[in-house]
């Protein structure tokens, strides 16, 4: 590392958190005579994936590949580190090509530290990516904790996790929701279709948007309940066309309207690959033909036009309290493999 890249991007950090860039506080470089001190910088690149995942977390095995196709990036990382340890780690996430972070999905602390030194490696960290990119950006991206399913009955876990939310909330962040990870595989076999329902492709855009519009009426995701307080229906609809769904690659031969006996629209399915896994990336049905038990086909053909398209396993999530579709996802055999958190930002980091 030279020492210009050094000074812009390494600093000494004691117990009590963040503490400023090397050339103002400390312009030799040395460590300040505080206990816990360590250094905060960032990953030089794809050479220290294996010490970046010294830390174990879901999303390790992606890291690599990531770092290779520019959806995780070196100046959009953070280390915490002490006489070669690495002691903490924060990372953000975007598409290859977006010029910002898109999602907060990695913020690791050693758990073999006490909790003082936890909490102030955290606060450091947090106070890093703050000071230097959040702080600039209007929307900050959202948070993503990546959790085992199980993860409130045992201890450490729970621990770990709740420090994590404390520091978050401290620095701003607020709780949004818990949402289920689920995995489907060929071995729960392929639903049975609906014999009331039939599926056609969307006529054009505008029937995807003018349909998703109305199904976002009386929606129980907490995203969309969100979004929904700022925009209208239409917008919300609008907006996840446009950064969302028609981002998928696969053939939109996949995405299914489901109609009934009258060949009027009940519901669709989006089924896709995103850059990791097959995943049904949406499923709804419209608000006059809820309760009637139609969620279990649509979600039926949404699993049978992957499975046929080769997918080993798919993937979806949906909140946990979003009951009724959490049940359909069981109903199909998508287990509970994982559990995700989502935080936001309250306003623009400052």
Same mark, same amino acid.
């Given at each position: 590392m030279s020492e210009t890249r050094q000074r812009s991007q390494c600093w000494w950090v004691g117990g009590d958190g963040y503490r400023g860039g090397v050339d103002d506080a400390n312009p030799e470089g040395h460590m300040h005579p505080i206990t816990s001190t360590f250094e905060l910088?960032?990953?030089?690149?794809?050479?220290?994936?294996?010490?970046?995942?010294?830390?174990?977390?879901?999303?390790?095995?992606?890291?690599?590949?990531?770092?290779?196709?520019?959806?995780?990036?070196?100046?959009?990382?953070?280390?915490?580190?002490?006489d070669g340890r690495l002691l903490g780690r924060l990372a953000l996430w975007s598409t290859a090509d977006a010029a910002e972070p898109m999602q907060f999905d990695i913020f690791d602390v050693d758990g073999s530290l006490d909790d003082d030194e936890q909490r102030a490696v955290g606060t450091a960290l947090l106070g890093a990516a703050q000071h230097e990119l959040l702080d600039g950006l209007a929307t900050p991206p959202e948070i993503a904790r990546y959790l085992p399913a199980d993860w409130r009955e045992h201890e450490d876990s729970l621990q770990a996790t709740e420090l994590r939310i404390a520091l978050l909330e401290a620095?701003?962040?607020?709780?949004?929701?818990?949402?289920?990870?689920?995995?489907?595989?060929?071995?729960?076999?392929?639903?049975?279709?609906?014999?009331?329902?039939?599926?056609?492709?969307?006529?054009?855009?505008?029937?995807m948007?003018? $349909?998703?519009?109305?199904?976002?009426?009386?929606?129980?995701?907490?995203?969309?309940?969100?979004?929904?307080?700022?925009?209208?229906?239409?917008?919300?609809?609008?907006?996840?066309?446009?950064?969302?769904?028609?981002?998928?690659a696969t053939p939109r031969e996949w995405w299914r309207v489901a109609t009934d006996e009258s060949?009027?629209?009940?519901?669709?399915?989006?089924?896709?690959?995103?850059?990791?896994?097959? $995943? $049904?990336?949406?499923?709804?049905?419209?608000?006059?033909?809820?309760?009637?038990?139609?969620?279990?086909?649509?979600?039926?053909?949404?699993?049978?036009?992957?499975?046929?398209?080769?997918?080993?396993? $798919?993937?979806?999530?949906?909140?946990?309290?979003?009951?009724?579709?959490?049940?359909?996802?069981?109903?199909?055999?998508?287990?509970?493999f994982e559990r995700i958190i989502n935080l936001a930002w309250e306003a623009p980091v400052r």
């Open positions: 910088r960032h990953l030089t690149g794809a050479d220290e994936v294996d010490f970046f995942n010294t830390l174990p977390y879901a999303l390790n095995h992606e890291v690599a590949a990531d770092l290779e196709q520019r959806r995780r990036r070196p100046e959009w990382t953070w280390l915490a580190v002490r620095a701003g962040a607020r709780f949004v929701v818990e949402r289920l990870r689920l995995e489907w595989t060929p071995a729960s076999g392929i639903p049975s279709p609906d014999p009331r329902l039939s599926f056609r492709d969307f006529a054009s855009d505008e029937e948007i003018a $349909i998703t519009t109305r199904v976002l009426d009386g929606t129980l995701d907490a995203h969309s309940r969100e979004d929904l307080g700022g925009a209208t229906p239409r917008e919300v609809a609008e907006r996840q066309f446009d950064e969302e769904f028609a981002r998928y060949g009027e629209p009940v519901g669709f399915v989006i089924p896709a690959r995103n850059s990791y896994h097959h $995943i $049904i990336a949406y499923v709804g049905v419209l608000p006059e033909y809820r309760g009637a038990g139609l969620i279990d086909g649509i979600l039926a053909e949404g699993t049978r036009v992957l499975a046929e398209a080769g997918a080993p396993y $798919i993937r979806a999530s949906t909140d946990v309290g979003n009951v009724p579709m959490a049940a359909a996802f069981a109903r199909a055999g998508y287990a509970t």
